[in-house]
């Protein structure tokens, strides 16, 4: 089967770092996404990594590490509006098709 | 450039009764989806187009749901008749090409949240 995981809920202050760690297990993985949802919102694209290492884009950056079944999300320099549920999501590959598994999101709460 | 577009914004319906949701995806987006999000949790797929094809579908309940993509462009998500654990928040996303090879991100509607009474 597959299965993601993250934790429920973080916390942080302003101007900290927070890391958000996802595990998976996944017959057909092919990369890891992270996606960032405020509340009522849409989901909205942070990151995607195929490969292992960092990949840095402004204050958040992703690190993958295929041989752990592991990535993580960094977020630096935190400010209020980071305040939202951020999901892994696995992209799994199933002969020729391709899909999106989503991990059931860590809320991020980010206090002044 | 506009977003992914739907509506309704919100529905609030009776057991039993039938809905539809509507989706027009970024233009120029072939592949379209609809995912459906319980509280506290990830999107789920429930379908997924390339063009007007549904190429997996394999997540719908076929037996009260159906979506079709006329002409390739915008959908239709039809629950018939709708249940008390339908309620939940529709949402459709679209992305650019086909979804195999290559990554290509996915944007995503506002979405249709649905309650049941």
């Known amino acids: 089967g597959q299965s993601l995981e993250q934790p429920s809920e973080v916390t942080a202050v302003e101007g900290a770092i927070v890391q958000i760690n996802c595990t998976y297990q996944?017959?057909?993985?092919?990369?890891l996404s992270w996606y960032q949802q405020h509340d009522g919102g849409a989901p909205t694209f942070l990151s995607y990594?195929?490969?292992?290492g960092l990949e840095e884009t402004g204050r958040f950056s992703s690190f993958l590490s295929r041989s752990d079944s592991y990535g993580y999300l960094l977020l630096q320099e935190l400010q209020m509006k980071d305040s939202a549920s951020y999901f892994c999501?696995?992209?799994?590959?199933?002969?020729?098709?391709?899909?999106?598994?989503f991990g059931s999101g860590t809320r991020l709460l980010v206090r002044p | 450039e506009a977003g992914v577009v739907q509506s309704p914004r919100y529905k609030i319906i009776e057991k039993k009764q039938p809905v539809a949701f509507w989706c027009n995806p970024i233009?120029?987006?072939?592949?379209l989806y609809w995912y459906r999000q319980n509280l506290g949790q990830g999107p789920e797929l429930l379908i997924r187009?390339?063009?007007?094809?549904?190429?997996?579908d394999s997540q719908l309940p076929k037996d009260r749901f159906s979506a079709e993509r006329l002409k390739g462009v915008d959908s239709t998500l039809k629950i018939q008749p709708a249940e008390l654990g339908d309620s939940a928040v529709y949402l459709c996303a679209s992305s650019l090409g086909l979804a195999g090879g290559f990554y290509n991100e996915q944007f995503f509607g506002p979405g249709t949240r649905l309650t049941v009474l």
């Open positions: 187009y390339e063009n007007e094809e549904a190429v997996d």
């Open positions: 999501a696995v992209r799994d590959r199933t002969g020729s098709s391709y899909k999106l598994i």
């Open positions: 233009s120029g987006h072939n592949t």
């Open positions: 990594n195929a490969l292992d």
């Open positions: 996944t017959s057909g993985f092919y990369g």
